[in-house]
Structure formats: C-alpha cells, structure tokens
C-alpha cells in the first residue's frame, strides 16, 4: 500500500524555522511529484510548493524566499524547509504525491496520495 509519513510540526515563535519531513513508501518515488499543501481552520487547502520527478520547484508567491523544498530519491522522502515563519503560516501540512508535472502541479487533483498532516503552528 502507498503511505505518506509527515514528521516535523510542532509550536514555534515567529521568525523561527521547522523542517518538515515526508517519508514515502509503496511506490516508485522517483516518478513521482511531491507537493505541500496547508490548510488553516475555516480555510480551503492551498498549494504550498512542489518538486517534479525531474527536480522542478514551484512555490506559491506567499512563502517564495522563505521555504524551499527538496527530495531526496534514495530515502524516498521529500523535505519542507521553512524559515522565517509567521503567523500566517498556522495550517495542517498535508505531503503528497502525484504523477504530474508543470503546470498541474499547484492543483489538489493532480495528486493521487496524502499524507495524514502534521500541525504547524506559528505564535508571536
């Protein structure tokens, strides 16, 4: 069976930084985009940021410069790096994979698999 593992939410203050962690397993992960989504209470799940098969990232304008999202294909896991956080940021983190790529990348129907979420939450 496919399973997405998140680790790395937690409490934090402003201005700090949180690594997220998203271990995959049950397919081949090499082919696979990776992406992050979040989604506050009340709020619809948004696009993040994702990495395609080929090693292509796209951020949403709102944590360009802030996150940056890696994979590494021999541990089968993708990584969220998220620096100078805010408030803002609060949200359920959902990890997720998808056999997409391009311009379908920032879209929740492009994905196939999810992540449980893991909590970030960011006070000031």
């Known amino acids: 069976q496919v399973q997405l593992v998140e680790s790395g939410g937690g409490l934090v203050q402003a201005g700090d930084s949180l690594r997220l962690s998203c271990a995959a397993s049950g397919l081949t992960f090499r082919r696979y985009a990776m992406g992050w989504f979040r989604q506050a209470p009340g709020k619809e799940r948004d696009f993040v940021v994702a990495?395609?098969?080929?090693?292509?990232?796209y951020y949403a304008d709102s944590v360009k410069g802030r996150f940056t999202i890696s994979r590494d294909n021999t541990r089968n896991t993708v990584y969220l790096q998220m620096n100078s956080l805010k408030p803002e940021d609060t949200a359920v983190y959902y990890c997720?994979?998808?056999?997409?790529?391009?311009?379908?990348?920032?879209?929740?129907?492009?994905?196939?698999?999810w992540g449980q979420g893991t909590q970030v939450t960011v006070s000031s």
């Open positions: 990495i395609s098969a080929s090693g292509s990232t």
């Open positions: 997720a994979a998808g056999l997409t790529s391009g311009s379908d990348l920032p879209f929740i129907s492009s994905y196939d698999y």
